[in-house]
T-cell receptor, first 112, second 113 residues
Framework: DAGVTQSPTHLIKTRGQQVTLRCSPK?????VSWYQQALGQGPQFIFQ???????QRGNFPDRFSGHQFPNYSSELNVNALLLGDSALYLC???????????FGSGTRLTVV | QQQVKQSPQSLIVQKGGISIINCAYE??????FPWYQQFPGKGPALLIA?????SEKKEGRFTISFNKSAKQFSLHIMDSQPGDSATYFC????????????FGTGTRLKVLA
């Protein structure tokens, strides 16, 4: 049973560029949440998707956007990249209105 | 009120010793408190979790102690092993909205052989 799959594993982008990160949830899960983990910090909630709609957003600017597809997979898009966007981006899947996240291994984004 | 404060920031323990990590919260609406283990380059993996209706939960060498009145909870790792060397995060969540997690800042544990 596959867990949460994220791609790519590593990415290097230049300031001002745009990036798309992808996530396939654990089989049976219908909800995808995205977290940003800066070096040496705990993960910070970006937003959550269920039924292809954004349910809640954390304290992140509109440069961060997302999408969920009918097969429950999800994308995280970041526009106009800043050096401060360099972080590990984690996708977590779950069942709606339930505890119990399963995290992927993350995408390490470096902005230069 | 949404913060979860975690201490210590780093911890060094001898093999066979007990590792203790503490967390404190303010929001009384939190009702789910998981602990996650994270190795370098990997995502967090759930270790153990507790609800506030119990004061202690044990799974193998890992125990959560929960003090509802003090709004504190802690992770105890008994008989610590070098393979336990990792970063540990506490978190808290509430059923309002999306069940999102509020994470602590992490504790880097090193167990010496």
């Amino acid at each position: 049973d596959a867990g949460v799959t994220q791609s790519p594993t590593h990415l290097i982008k230049t300031r001002g560029q745009q990036v798309t990160l992808r996530c396939s949830p654990k089989s049976g899960h219908d909800t995808v949440s995205w977290y940003q983990q800066a070096l040496g910090q705990g993960p910070q909630f970006i937003f959550q998707y269920y039924e292809e709609e954004e349910r809640q957003r954390g304290n992140f600017p509109d440069r961060f956007s997302g999408h969920q597809f009918p097969n429950y997979s999800s994308e995280l898009n970041v526009n106009a990249l800043l050096l401060g966007d360099s972080a590990l981006y984690l996708c977590a899947s779950s069942l709606v209105s339930a505890y119990g996240y399963t995290f992927g291994s993350g995408t390490r984004l470096t902005v230069v | 009120q949404q913060q979860v404060k975690q201490s210590p920031q780093s911890l060094i323990v001898q093999k066979g010793g007990i590792s203790i990590i503490n967390c404190a919260y303010e929001n009384t609406a939190f009702d789910y408190f998981p602990w996650y283990q994270q190795f370098p380059g990997k995502g967090p993996a759930l270790l153990i979790a507790i609800r506030p209706d119990v004061s202690e939960k044990k799974e193998g060498r890992f125990t959560i102690s929960f003090n509802k009145s003090a709004k504190q909870f802690s992770l105890h790792i008994m008989d610590s092993q070098p393979g336990d060397s990792a970063t540990y995060f506490c978190a808290a969540s509430s059923p309002s909205g999306t069940y999102k997690y509020i994470f602590g800042t992490g504790t880097r544990l090193k167990v010496l052989a």
